[in-house]
Structure formats: C-alpha cells, structure tokens
C-alpha cells in the first residue's frame, strides 16, 4: 500500500513538471511569433518612413516590460539612401495581452556604423 501511494505521488509530481515544462515551451513559441510579426511591422515601418532606401540588416535589440498593458520591441535597422549608410532604432510598442500594436517609434541613432 506504501509504495502504491508512493508511485502515485511520483506521477503527480512528473505530471505538474511536465505540464510546468509545456507552459514554458508554449510562452517561448508565443513570443517568437509575437518577434516575428513586430519584427515585419518595423522593417515596414522603416520602408514608409525612408522608401528610396535600400534595408541592409537588423538586429532585434529585445523585448522589454513598459507596464501591465504594454511591451515594447527594440530593432536597429541598417540602410542606405543616397550611398550614405543610416541606422535608426525602431521602438514597435504593444499591448502583450491583446497583441495589438500601440504605436512605432523611428529614431536616428547614427549615419555610420556596425549593427
């Protein structure tokens, strides 16, 4: 009877770790999608702003917490216009519940320079 308590408590205890294990799986597939969806948004954005530019690069600067109701993303976008090289950084802000987009920010960073 013992050890028939003790192999359930066993099971238990696996199940809650696998389902911990999931969860964690499944939020790290979300934000990788949520990455790729911003990501679009702010190299479209850098197009609007700059259309005769050539895009060269970018690099995903990271995700950070503003508050409860909103997330940003941090992109660096590396062009060209007039064959002079530019890097602007591109706050795209969210909401992480919704998924919806707040808004998006440009800003010149530098006229030279490595991503």
């Not at 009877?1 to 359930?8: Q, T």
């Not at 969806?37 to 530019?53: C, G, R, T």
């Amino acid at each position: 009877m013992k050890s028939l308590s003790k192999v359930f408590f066993a099971l238990i205890a696996l199940s809650i770790i696998f389902t911990a294990g999931m969860k964690a799986y499944g939020e790290q597939n979300v934000q990788e999608i949520d990455y790729k969806k911003w990501s679009k948004i702010a190299i479209s954005s850098v197009k609007e702003k700059y259309p005769d530019a050539e895009l060269v690069d970018y690099k995903y600067g990271g995700r950070e917490t503003v508050n409860e109701e909103e997330s940003k993303d941090v992109f660096h976008v590396k062009g060209k216009q007039n064959n002079k090289p530019f890097i602007v950084k591109v706050d795209v802000v969210f909401n992480p519940k919704t998924g919806q987009l707040i808004t998006v920010n440009i800003s010149e960073m530098r006229e030279e320079g490595n991503l």
